[in-house]
């Protein structure tokens, strides 16, 4: 908890959820985290990672819909996957392309944010080696992320309430990932006349019969192309 606090005193704001998470990294037994905010399966934004694994994590997770953190989120509660050699993820989608796409990850440990009653975002933990965490690193980790969600709820959601640009970064590559896709399925939803749940399960069903990342449609979407064109053709208006 000494060195999250640590890590909020420092005056570069740019680069505060990744301080976060190499705070949480050097505190507890785990080698990358990820923090994302979450208010649904549909409406998450990725905040900041120490780690390209963990990064991978949380884009199948997007991609998907579902996974570890997206159940933390849902029930506020830690999902912990300490040894996935023995406990394979039950997630149909997740877990295979996880597994495809990073398969020295050997344990997963998604960790609600909470402000009371209400959580609004996970941390997501992970090793290359298992580890089934005690009951006192467990309290720790609690603490640890008590003072998380805190620091998060001060410093990152004013600028996404007021629907402000990210000061932090990566922002190009949060964009990338979390920002195009809601502009696309915003534009995929008026197109089909549907809502915008229903327009995010098209795309998401769509970049998995097609094997193309949930961006790449995204982006081919916002400049008039054909989804499943192969980005290729350009369809104006």
């Given amino acids: 908890m000494r060195l999250v606090h640590a890590a909020a005193r420092q005056r570069d704001r740019a680069h505060f959820p990744e301080r976060l998470c190499a705070a949480l990294c050097r505190g507890l037994p785990v080698d990358e985290v990820s923090l994302c905010l979450s208010t649904g399966p549909t409406s998450q934004q990725m905040l900041g990672t120490c780690g390209t694994a963990v990064l991978r ?7 998907t819909g579902e996974g570890p953190g997206t159940d933390a989120a849902t029930t506020g509660r830690p999902v912990l996957y300490p040894d996935l050699h023995t ?4 997630y149909p989608f997740f877990a295979p392309r996880l597994h495809e796409e990073a398969a020295d990850i050997a344990a997963v440990y998604a960790f609600p944010l909470t402000l009371g009653t209400h959580t609004f975002g996970t941390a997501q933990c992970l090793r290359f080696d298992p580890l089934r965490l005690d009951s006192m690193v467990l309290a720790h980790t609690a603490a640890a992320m008590d003072a998380t969600a805190g620091l998060v709820a001060d410093f990152c959601l004013p600028h996404l309430a007021a ?7 990566p922002a190009e590559t949060l964009d990338a990932h979390w920002g195009t896709t809601y502009r696309a399925t915003g534009v995929l939803a008026g197109i089909l006349d549907t809502s915008l749940p229903n327009a995010h399960a098209r795309l998401r069903a769509l970049a998995f019969v097609t094997g193309r990342p949930l961006p790449t449609l995204a982006h081919a979407i916002l400049h008039h192309r054909h989804p499943s064109d192969g980005g290729n053709t350009d369809r104006h208006a």
């Avoid at 994590?57 to 991609?63: I, S, T």
């Avoid at 406990?87 to 039950?90: D, K, L, R, S």
């Fill in 163 to 169: 629907d402000a640009p990210l000061p932090w970064e």
């Fill in 57 to 63: 994590l949380e884009e199948v997770q997007f991609e």
């Fill in 87 to 90: 406990q394979p993820m039950p």
